[in-house]
């Protein structure tokens, strides 16, 4: 009998990113490859942890041979590729697909969008005054989150972390098609009288604001949400013994917001409720102190 | 099941009975199975395994209540485990499903608004059935574009979907001229035999490939078919050996057939033909396909608007199978093979193989990136072979009477016969079967010539282009349109006379698009509909500086998109500016 | 097991694993992000059962759902293991190399057949083979549990019964297999490796063990007592007795989560001294001499907790403590120094963390430098250079088990709960948890949460119809010990016969007045989770 070990294999992949040899692990993407060459790619749809969904094309790039642009968050790495990222067709539809997306959705919390908007030169509002937008208002229908699929991409992200790559609850799912398509309850219920379990996955993942905690949302209604100025200290949680890794992040003294690192092994940056929004004993309302 | 939330809502008895026959028929039992007060199976695995049986179920709740019910949908999720907002969000999906209470009983006619029925006359239809009180849905091209303005009823309280099958029956012998003629490959059987009888079938040809394929051997029948050099008759143009020998060579021990016969390129009827006049063929077909690829089972995925070639087919299969042509031992050979039909529910996008297995499996019909690709990750994520009707009965002629023989068919490129499908302003609109190399105006003249004055020809459909009368002498190939820029797609040819509003034309195509994009990714679900904004805008005056934006909409379009309906959205209208029949 | 106390495996191998038994664990409401590891497992291919009175939220992912009669956990455990050695798939070469007491073992298990199990657990024998089956061939699989297994009188026979499996299949001790124990606070398991134990000093160390003891009391400078302490349940006896007199409660609430309360909290109220140190006034609290207002050890203050899979990570402070709490270790650091132990000084968090690493050989590695870099270490890991440690037991996988005897099996006898049903008590009431609260509510209840159904009273379908209830109705619940009043939920996944409510809201519902206080002498576990109950409508109320 020999001691079974904890399973180990990493070959690795030699492939071509904008005339460089690059070298990474079997089984990233050329997304990793970017990354690993210390290319910087725009990507929304695309997050560490969920699984690829290659849906909104910003993170394209040229692959030699491909009639095609492939997507470089999904596409995997393999020997010999050659992979261009900064061709005039990439940029092209880098700037496409943004300014697509500004010309009909309220892109104005997708920070992580606005540099790559100017870098790209997108230009949203060359399609007219009537190009239709999403228009559609903010749900609030409980304490602890609101919805404002103005805001939303389509990005999948939330129907992942609802679903198969998280928390398996499904209460949220894409309904309708084409620009109608929505991300919906089933027949657009309350989320209350919904399957939502309130683990707030969904929020933890949403790139535009579309989903949003309700303590962000008031205080942005308030304009006195000043991210520049909150702290984040990782912790525990302290709730049941599984030891999530909690990220709080503070404004004021008071904690504004809870999420988790996407790369934490324990949860992949998902949390349960009590994680999530049982840290309000900490700050009652009422005075905790006897 | 996993632990689903439902709302209260609850079916009523019939949508119950009905929902529950459909799971039954695809041969899945309710995903709870109570072994006792204590013991229950269930679980993931079990509602995982029963998902495909969703599509089903909906057009049972569909047909019983003529919408989809909430009641329904948490019946549905009780039985498959499916949860009810992936349910609602998979029904959503597709046209023909109501998604709210339509407040009446009666049965809806869809009229098809799409190109040929569009110039012939279908809004003044729509508007005197609305007028008699007749239900009417608008719809995107129902594949009978032969006897425009096309129409579809779709049953409510349990009444069957249906077209006018006397009067298809009837003008058999008009839409399809040749139908019967015995030199032809794909033509030979219509209107000669009974599709319903088998007899009939054998007793002309039918299942004397099987018998020959089973002779040969998978191997053999493999390089006939590199000789023959077929390729795909559904628009793409890939070889069938080649898939095949692939699926043939993927690890797995369940591989499948899937027969995509989701005919909904606008324009496009022929594979409708097929199955309802020569359905046997198709059966055989698929069989020989399972044999040579070592796929057990298959599906035909038939749109939901052709309700005769499902009911024809589905009597095929049953009648094939009770006569020991399918099932587990199949014409005493040790090959076993299966055939159920599934229906899709009015999504062109379930036309794109990736959309059709995603729809197949109980899921929105989004397609996948690729790679990888069926022959390796199809249905089920497994390795399937995917072939449109056509180019399986090609098959059967491949097998009989040898690869070099269909070879001599045709052009060095483009081998053997096809159909097309000719529609709008030409004398006598139909199904047309002639070898490859025929030019385009040697075509038109053979259904009689244009109605008017020829203004301009739309090749390949929705997804194609619009060709100028230069294009007659066009020999209709592979290469030779290619080389014009154009493709033969699918094999649809409409044609445009002078009189033509070209402008509205356009616009529906642009429109066609906007309806049909999944939503998936982000350069077709916002592309369509800038496109389309953007001819309505410029309608009627030159597209001046927007041609720019055009462009710059079309390549984003063609270098990002997943698929191919994104790839090819804009290739009519660009080719319409072009030749100046709009925005001039 | 088989030592130092703590899940054998990592949350990653159950991802990988082939089978999951998950017994007593409702891990879906009550582990939640554990159950994403489960899930995930599931979506490769792992196959479930799920052992449980109830179909919970967790059973229903399972293939299969045994709803066995409460507290006949043994009873399958040893139907499953007879028929593994009956069927000759037991691992003979793990068995002879790795463990011990394999013959008494066996011998042990003779009655339990088919027959006498399915009779003894209500499950089906079909069933019972089934999964006995699977496991035993299963190239990896883990058995899981949480308080449905430990919060009975017979706890530890419980738990070594599920240990024996797992040897007799060799389960154990290898990446994908082992045994997990899911914790139910988020340091419960840092407390006992801490030494908050009657019978340990840090890192698992004996108190009996002069060695262990000379180790510490050489770095410390005074004597450690040699015997054991006790542990809570029998501090309550001791009270009982006048043995104890004093009491000095950090961040705990007996008052309101002993079982059967009404008696726990009149033996608070007898003490001559009760301190509190907490971050609320609990009713613990509320019956105190002294209360030493604390702040939130994981968002005010510096330190670690360890989690179920052995994880040390730390904690660090967000906020400042409201008022004049203040940090556990600066009052326990003043209240030393006002003894007059002025050598205690003033350690910061890492200054104690650094002690505790030189006494403690499996956190000897485990600098907070490494924890903040490596996101947390698993124990043991006993040196700067050691990865940690995913799973547990690999030594008994080794060819020279290094003059350790095996792996003990440990004949354990099946009993029912000790309350048995009555013509006046009819019905079994268990507890546990909800997803969105947590034990007493003292965190959770300020949360604002849209899915609560606050307290209610779970039962078959067949039971309310038999009592002409109707759901949502407010009942008279009555067990031997008290009475309450609460709201009943028609639940068709609870079988006839079972109750179920949480014990979250003791303000609206004191639950544990009806739970039973007879205690496992070895775990000191009380057994929250079988009391025989009788549910009666309401005097007054229409019928």
């Given at each position: 009998?020999?001691i079974?070990?904890?399973?180990?294999?990493e070959?690795?992949?030699?492939l071509?990113?904008?005339?460089?040899?690059?070298t990474?692990?079997?089984?990233s993407?050329?997304?990793?490859?970017?990354?690993a060459?210390?290319?910087?790619t725009?990507t929304l749809?695309?997050a560490?942890?969920?699984?690829p969904?290659?849906?909104?094309?910003v993170c394209?790039v040229?692959?030699?041979?491909s009639?095609?642009?492939?997507?470089?968050?999904s596409?995997?790495?393999?020997?010999?590729?050659?992979i261009?990222?900064?061709?005039?067709?990439v940029r092209?539809?880098?700037?496409?697909?943004?300014?697509f997306?500004?010309?009909?959705?309220?892109l104005?919390?997708?920070d992580?969008?606005?540099g790559?908007?100017?870098?790209?030169?997108a230009?949203?509002?060359r399609?007219g005054?009537?190009a239709?937008?999403i228009n559609?208002?903010?749900?609030i229908?409980?304490s602890l989150y609101i919805r404002?699929y103005?805001?939303?991409?389509?990005?999948?992200?939330?129907?992942?972390a609802?679903g198969?790559?998280?928390?398996?609850?499904?209460?949220?799912?894409?309904s309708?098609?084409?620009?109608?398509?929505?991300i919906?309850?089933?027949f657009?219920?309350?989320l209350p009288?919904?399957?939502?379990?309130y683990?707030?996955?969904?929020?933890?993942v949403?790139?535009?604001?579309?989903?949003?905690?309700k303590t962000?949302?008031d205080?942005?209604e308030?304009?006195?949400?000043?991210?520049?100025?909150?702290?984040v200290?990782?912790?525990?949680?302290?709730y049941?013994?599984?030891?999530?890794?909690?990220?709080l992040?503070?404004q004021?003294?008071?904690?504004v917001?809870v999420t988790?690192?996407?790369?934490?092994?324990?949860t992949?940056?998902?949390?349960?409720i009590?994680?999530?929004f049982?840290?309000?004993?900490?700050?009652?309302?009422i005075?905790?102190?006897? | 099941?996993?632990?689903l939330?439902?709302t209260?809502?609850r079916a009523?008895a019939a949508?119950?009975?009905?929902?529950?026959a459909?799971?039954?028929?695809c041969g899945v039992d309710p995903?709870?199975?109570?072994?006792?007060?204590?013991?229950?199976r269930?679980g993931?695995?079990r509602?995982?395994?029963?998902r495909?049986?969703?599509l089903p179920a909906l057009?049972?709740?569909h047909n019983?209540s003529?919408?989809?019910?909430?009641g329904g949908?948490?019946h549905?999720?009780?039985?498959?485990?499916?949860?009810?907002?992936?349910g609602?969000?998979?029904?959503s999906?597709?046209?023909?499903?109501?998604m709210?209470?339509?407040?009446?009983?009666?049965?809806v006619?869809?009229v098809?608004?799409?190109?040929?029925?569009?110039?012939?006359g279908?809004?003044?239809?729509?508007?005197?059935?609305?007028?008699?009180?007749t239900?009417v849905?608008r719809?995107?091209c129902?594949?009978?574009?032969e006897?425009?303005?096309?129409m579809?009823?779709q049953?409510n309280q349990?009444?069957?979907?249906?077209?006018?099958?006397?009067s298809?029956?009837?003008?058999a012998?008009?839409v399809?001229?040749q139908q019967?003629e015995?030199?032809?490959q794909?033509?030979?059987?219509?209107?000669?035999?009974?599709?319903?009888?088998?007899?009939d079938?054998?007793a002309?040809?039918g299942y004397?490939a099987?018998?020959r394929?089973?002779e040969?051997?998978a191997?053999?029948i493999?390089?006939?078919m590199?000789?023959?050099?077929?390729?795909?008759r559904g628009?793409a143009?890939?070889?069938?050996?080649?898939?095949w020998?692939g699926?043939?060579a993927?690890e797995?021990?369940?591989?499948w057939?899937?027969?995509?016969?989701?005919?909904?390129?606008?324009?496009t009827?022929?594979?409708r033909?097929?199955?309802?006049?020569?359905p046997?063929?198709?059966?055989?077909?698929?069989?020989?396909?399972?044999?040579?690829?070592g796929?057990?089972k298959?599906?035909v995925?038939i749109?939901?608007e052709?309700p005769?070639?499902?009911e024809?087919l589905?009597?095929?299969?049953d009648?094939?199978?009770?006569?020991?042509?399918?099932?587990?031992?199949i014409?005493?050979?040790?090959?076993?093979?299966?055939?159920?039909?599934?229906?899709?529910a009015?999504?062109?996008?379930c036309?794109?193989?990736t959309?059709?297995?995603e729809?197949?499996e109980g899921?929105?019909?989004e397609?996948?990136?690729?790679?990888?690709?069926?022959?390796?990750?199809?249905l089920f994520k497994?390795?399937?072979a995917i072939?449109n009707?056509?180019t399986?009965v090609?098959v059967?002629g491949?097998?009989?009477?040898g690869?070099e023989?269909?070879?001599?068919?045709?052009?060095k490129?483009?081998?053997?016969p096809?159909?097309?499908?000719?529609?709008?302003h030409v004398?006598?609109?139909g199904?047309y079967e002639?070898?490859?190399?025929?030019t385009?105006g040697?075509l038109?003249?053979m259904?009689g010539g244009?109605?008017g004055d020829l203004?301009?020809?739309?090749l390949g459909?929705a997804?194609?282009?619009f060709v100028?009368?230069?294009?007659?002498?066009?020999p209709?190939?592979?290469?030779d349109?290619r080389?014009?820029g154009?493709?033969?797609?699918s094999g649809v040819v409409k044609l445009f006379?002078?009189?033509?509003n070209?402008?509205a034309v356009v616009q529906?195509i642009?429109?066609f698009?906007r309806?049909?994009?999944?939503?998936?990714?982000?350069?077709?679900?916002v592309?369509?509909?800038r496109?389309h904004?953007?001819?309505?805008r410029?309608?009627?005056r030159?597209l001046?500086g927007?041609?720019a934006?055009?462009?710059d909409m079309?390549?984003?379009?063609k270098d990002?998109?997943?698929?191919g309906l994104?790839?090819?959205?804009s290739t009519?209208?660009?080719s319409?500016i072009?030749?100046?029949?709009?925005g001039a | 097991?088989?030592g130092?106390?703590g899940?054998?495996?990592s949350?990653?191998e159950i991802?990988?694993t082939d089978?999951?038994?998950?017994?007593?664990?409702?891990?879906r409401?009550a582990?939640?992000?554990?159950?994403h590891h489960l899930?995930?497992?599931l979506?490769?291919g792992?196959?479930?059962y799920a052992?449980d009175?109830?179909?919970?939220?967790?059973a229903k992912?399972a293939?299969?759902?045994l709803?066995l009669?409460l507290?006949?956990?043994?009873?399958?455990?040893?139907?499953?293991?007879n028929?593994?050695?009956n069927?000759?798939?037991h691992n003979?070469a793990?068995?002879e190399?790795?463990?011990?007491g394999?013959d008494?073992?066996?011998d042990s298990?003779?009655?339990?057949?088919l027959?006498?199990g399915?009779?003894l657990?209500?499950?089906?024998?079909a069933?019972?083979?089934e999964?006995?089956?699977?496991?035993?061939?299963?190239?990896t699989a883990q058995?899981?549990?949480?308080?449905?297994?430990?919060?009975?009188?017979?706890?530890?026979?419980?738990?070594?019964?599920?240990c024996?499996?797992?040897l007799?299949t060799g389960h154990?001790?290898?990446?994908g297999?082992?045994?997990v124990?899911?914790?139910g606070q988020?340091?419960v398991q840092?407390?006992g490796?801490?030494?908050a134990?009657p019978n340990?000093?840090p890192g698992?160390?004996?108190?009996?063990?002069?060695d262990?003891?000379a180790?510490?009391?050489?770095?410390?400078?005074?004597p450690?007592?040699?015997?054991?302490g006790l542990?809570?349940?029998?501090m309550?006896?001791?009270m009982?007795?006048?043995?104890?007199t004093a009491a000095?409660?950090?961040?705990e609430n007996p008052?309101?989560?002993?079982?059967?309360i009404?008696h726990?909290r009149k033996?608070l109220?007898g003490?001559?001294l009760?301190v509190?140190?907490?971050?609320?006034l609990?009713?613990?609290?509320?019956l105190a001499?002294?209360?030493?207002p604390?702040?939130v050890g994981?968002?005010?203050?510096?330190?670690t907790?360890?989690?179920?899979?052995?994880?040390?990570q730390r904690?660090?402070a967000?906020?400042p403590?409201?008022?004049l709490a203040?940090h556990d270790?600066?009052?326990l650091r003043?209240?030393a120094?006002?003894?007059g132990?002025?050598?205690w000084?003033?350690?910061?968090?890492e200054d104690?963390w650094?002690?505790?690493?030189?006494l403690s050989p499996?956190?000897?590695?485990?600098?907070?430098?490494?924890?903040e870099s490596e996101s947390?270490?698993?124990w043991?890991c006993?040196d700067?250079?050691h990865?940690?440690?995913?799973?547990?037991h690999?030594?008994?996988?080794?060819d020279?088990?290094g003059g350790?005897a095996?792996?003990?099996?440990?004949?354990?006898?099946?009993?029912g709960p000790?309350?048995e049903l009555?013509e006046?008590?009819?019905l079994?009431?268990?507890?546990g948890?909800?997803?969105?609260?947590?034990?007493?509510?003292?965190?959770s209840?300020?949360?604002e949460s849209?899915?609560?159904?606050?307290?209610?009273?779970?039962?078959n379908?067949?039971?309310?119809?038999r009592l002409?209830?109707?759901?949502?109705?407010?009942?008279?619940?009555t067990s031997?010990r008290?009475t309450?009043?609460?709201p009943i939920?028609?639940?068709?996944?609870?079988?006839?016969?079972?109750?179920?409510?949480?014990?979250?809201?003791p303000?609206?519902?004191d639950t544990?007045?009806?739970t039973?206080?007879?205690?496992d002498k070895?775990?000191?576990?009380?057994?929250?989770?079988a009391a025989?109950i009788?549910?009666?409508?309401l005097?007054g109320?229409a019928?």
């Open positions: 009998m020999t079974a070990e904890v399973p180990q294999t070959t690795m992949v030699t071509t990113i904008d005339g460089a040899a690059v990474v692990p079997e089984g993407t050329v997304l990793d490859a970017c990354s060459a210390g290319i910087d725009p749809c695309y560490e942890n969920l699984t969904v290659n849906a909104c094309r394209v040229e692959q030699e041979g009639r095609t642009l492939v997507p470089s968050c596409r995997q790495a393999e020997p010999d590729m050659e261009k990222t900064d061709t005039e067709r092209h539809s880098r700037k496409m697909v943004l300014e997306l500004g010309s009909g959705v309220d104005s919390q997708a992580q969008l606005h790559w908007m100017d870098h790209y030169g230009e949203p509002d399609y005054s009537d239709i937008r559609e208002d903010v749900k229908q409980d404002d103005d805001k939303c991409v389509l990005c999948y992200k939330c129907v992942e609802c198969d790559d998280a928390q398996m609850t499904f209460a949220i799912a894409v309708g098609r084409g620009f109608d398509a929505r919906s309850t089933e657009d219920v309350t009288d919904s399957a939502c379990v683990c707030g996955n969904c929020v933890g949403c790139p535009t604001g579309a989903i949003q905690f962000e949302y205080l942005r308030a304009d006195d949400w000043r991210p520049e100025e909150q702290s200290t990782q912790t525990v949680c302290s049941c013994g599984v030891g999530c890794n909690l990220e992040h503070v004021d003294e008071k904690i917001k988790s690192p996407a790369d934490h092994s324990v992949h940056g998902h949390l349960c009590k994680g999530r049982g840290w309000t004993y900490v700050q009652p309302t005075e905790r102190r006897p | 099941m996993t632990d939330h439902l209260s809502d009523n949508e119950a009975a009905a929902i529950d459909a799971i039954a028929q995903v709870l199975t109570h072994e006792g007060d204590r013991l229950i269930g993931l695995h509602a995982n395994e029963r495909h049986a969703l057009h049972a709740l019983t003529g919408w989809i019910s909430h949908v948490n549905i999720a009780e039985k498959l485990g499916v949860p009810p907002a992936e609602y969000g998979v029904a999906f597709y046209e023909m499903f109501r709210d209470d339509p407040g009446h009983t009666d049965d006619v869809h098809c608004v799409d190109g040929a029925c569009q110039i012939a279908a809004d003044g239809v729509i508007v005197s059935l609305e007028a008699e009180g239900k849905h719809s995107p129902l594949g009978q574009c006897r425009a303005p096309a579809f009823v049953g349990g009444r069957d979907d249906r077209v006018d099958a006397d298809q029956m009837a003008d012998a008009k399809i001229p019967g015995p030199q032809l794909l033509l030979r059987r219509m209107g000669v035999t009974d599709p319903t009888s088998l007899d079938y054998v002309y040809g004397s099987l018998t394929a089973f040969m051997g191997d053999a493999l390089d006939e590199e000789t023959a050099g077929l390729k795909g628009g143009a890939f070889p069938t050996a080649f898939k020998r699926v043939k993927a797995g021990d369940t591989k057939i899937v027969v995509n016969a989701d005919e909904s390129e606008p324009g009827f022929k594979d033909h097929l199955m309802e006049l020569d046997f063929s198709i059966v055989e077909a698929a069989t020989i396909a399972g044999f040579v690829t796929a057990q298959g599906y995925y749109r939901g052709y005769l070639a499902t024809r589905q009597n095929a299969i009648t094939a199978r009770t006569r020991g042509f399918l099932g587990s031992s014409a005493g050979s040790s090959l076993g093979f299966e055939l159920e039909i599934r229906r899709g009015g999504a062109y996008i036309g794109e193989e959309a059709l297995f729809s197949l899921f929105r019909g397609p996948r990136q690729k790679p990888p690709f069926p022959t390796t990750h199809g497994q390795p399937t072939n009707p056509e399986l090609n059967l491949i097998v009989l009477n690869g023989a269909f070879a001599q068919i045709g052009t490129d483009s081998t053997g096809r159909l097309f499908c000719l529609s709008g004398v006598n609109p199904l002639v070898p490859f190399g025929v385009l040697d038109i003249d259904a244009p109605v203004r301009t020809v739309l459909g997804a194609g282009s100028g009368t230069d294009a007659l002498t066009m209709l190939t592979f290469e349109t080389a014009a154009a493709s033969l797609g006379n002078t009189d033509t070209f402008t529906r642009a429109e698009f309806n049909e994009s999944c939503g998936q990714c982000v350069p077709c679900r592309g369509v509909v496109q904004e953007l001819l309505i410029t309608a009627g030159s001046n927007e041609r934006l055009l462009d079309d390549l984003v379009m990002s998109s997943i698929c994104g790839h090819t959205a009519a209208v660009r319409a072009d030749l100046g029949l709009i | 097991m088989f130092a106390g899940g054998t495996v949350y990653k991802e990988e089978v999951i038994l998950l017994w007593g664990s409702n891990a409401e582990h939640p992000i554990f159950f899930m995930q497992g979506q490769n792992a196959r479930m052992v009175p109830r179909r919970t939220s967790s992912f293939d299969l759902w709803g009669e507290g006949s956990d043994v009873a399958l455990a040893n139907t499953v293991a028929y593994i050695v069927n000759d798939l003979k793990f068995i190399h790795s463990t011990s394999f008494a073992y066996v298990l003779a009655e339990y057949t027959e006498r399915e009779e657990t209500g499950v089906p024998a069933a019972i083979a999964m006995a089956r699977t496991y035993a061939t299963a190239e058995i899981l549990w949480t308080l449905g297994i430990t919060e009975h009188h017979n706890a530890v026979d419980n738990v070594l019964a599920l024996n499996l797992a007799l154990v001790g290898r990446w297999s082992g045994l124990p899911l914790r988020n340091n840092g407390g490796d801490m030494g134990l340990k000093l698992f160390q004996n108190v009996s063990d002069p262990h003891r180790k510490f009391e050489a770095v410390y400078g005074r450690i007592p040699p015997e054991e542990h809570l349940t029998l309550f006896e001791a009982e007795r006048g043995e104890i000095y409660v950090i961040g008052a309101d989560s002993e079982a059967d009404a726990a033996l109220r003490l001559d009760l509190v140190q907490d971050i609320f609990t009713r613990t609290a509320e001499d002294v209360v030493l604390a702040s994981w968002a005010e203050c510096e330190g907790v360890t989690s179920s899979e052995r994880r040390v904690v660090r967000a906020v403590p409201p008022g203040r270790q600066d009052i003043d209240l120094h006002a003894m132990y002025v050598e000084g003033n350690p910061s968090s104690l650094e002690e505790l690493r030189s499996m956190h000897g590695g485990m600098t907070y430098a490494r924890l947390g270490l698993q043991p006993p700067l250079d990865p940690g440690s995913p799973f547990l690999g030594w008994l996988w080794e020279d088990l350790r095996g792996a003990p099996f440990s004949p354990v006898v099946a009993q000790k309350e009555t006046e008590f009819p079994r009431l268990t507890t948890r909800a997803l969105d609260s947590y034990n007493t509510g003292v965190q209840g300020s949360m849209p899915i609560r159904y606050g307290n209610a009273l779970d039962m379908p067949a039971d309310a119809d002409q209830l109707s759901d949502g109705e407010t009942v008279k619940v031997p008290g309450v009043d609460m939920r028609i639940q068709p996944d609870i079988p006839v016969g079972l109750t179920f409510t949480t014990f979250h809201f303000e609206l519902v544990n007045l009806l039973n206080d007879a205690w070895r775990s000191g576990t009380a057994e929250f989770k025989a009788r549910v009666d409508k005097v109320a019928s």
